[in-house]
């Protein structure tokens, strides 16, 4: 008789068991204002000032988020005695200069995902941070969420068996957000499609072929994407991408013994579900219920860079920088295939 399901606990890192790094930020856009507020909520990390190149910025989120200081340009926060890394929070066309900037000035850096808007200058990023002995991450946080943990645990019992098929969505209307619409300013598969490209890296590793349909707006980036990873165990992958429609945010993958599903978005602090394969199997349900909550779970992240930082890392275990290369491969295939304009 089969004995019945059971959920692990996730192994979570304690906040204060790792240094308390001293943070500068490059950007001031939402995504920063989160990084800052679940750094300062939810860690031991120390964020300490930020820079942007548009006057009065930086000023204006220091005062917003209550950090004791800003700088005015990113050469200037990057020379600080007082700053050990930076998070890169600015639009991904500008990432590759950003970033040369931290790491010459040899500081550790945390950025935004997509890290580069081509493969090659991720590959450029991560040569310099090497050769300058700092460490370098792309900013796929929900690899350092709960749930990421309770589902590696999964797999290293073998609940799940072999992955076979990953099914996903991550569609959001951004028709109100413009940098969505232009080359080059994070469209659609840079900005969202990143997710399901990692994701499917992550548990099935590097597709053998790829098939991708897709709708075009006026500006010539894509609006919606539908596509197949195919593997050459026969495993699959299969997403929808949508900047005009809202969806759940899906993610489930099938295993030959399992079938984990995740609690939507699957991006965020939310949950798994389990259940064994077949039709209407017994299904048990882990839910996350800690207080980080949306966009402050970035602090997860953050908690898992100064660890590596402290351990003398050069890149994340839980995401090699060949991952963020091939990720940046495989979306420049999928455009590609249905005719959107790039940079």
Known sequence: MNMSLQIPAPQLLDPTSVPSLRWGIYGTGWISEEFASSCLTHTQQNVVTVASRTPGRAQEFAVKMGLPDFDETYESLAARDDIDAVYIATRPSGHLEHALIAINAGKHV??????????????????????????????????????????????????????????????????????????????AMYDMGVYPVAFSIEHLGYPTEIRAIGTLAES?????????????????????????????HHATISGSEGIVEYLTPFVVPSGISLSRTGFNTEQVTWKDEYPQ???????????????????????????PHEESVKALEIIAEILRQVGAKTL
């Open 293 to 319: 909550r949306g966009h402050q779970g970035l602090g997860y992240e953050a908690t898992a860079f100064a660890l590596y930082v402290s351990e003398g890392l050069l890149e994340s275990p839980l995401h």
């Open 220 to 248: 010539g980036v894509e609006a919606e994407v539908t596509a197949v990873l195919d593997y050459a165990n026969g495993a699959r992958t299969i997403f929808t991408l949508s900047a005009l429609n809202h969806a759940p």
């Open 110 to 187: 945390l950025i935004e995902k997509p890290i580069a808007m081509n493969a090659s200058d991720a590959e450029t990023i991560f040569s310099a941070a090497k050769a300058a002995g700092v460490f370098a991450m792309e900013a796929m946080w929900n690899r350092y969420l709960p749930q990421a943990s309770v589902v590696r645990q999964i797999k290293r019992q073998g609940l799940l068996g072999e992955p076979r098929l990953i099914l996903m969505d991550f569609c959001q209307d951004h028709a109100d957000i413009p940098a969505r619409w232009i080359p080059g300013g994070g469209s």
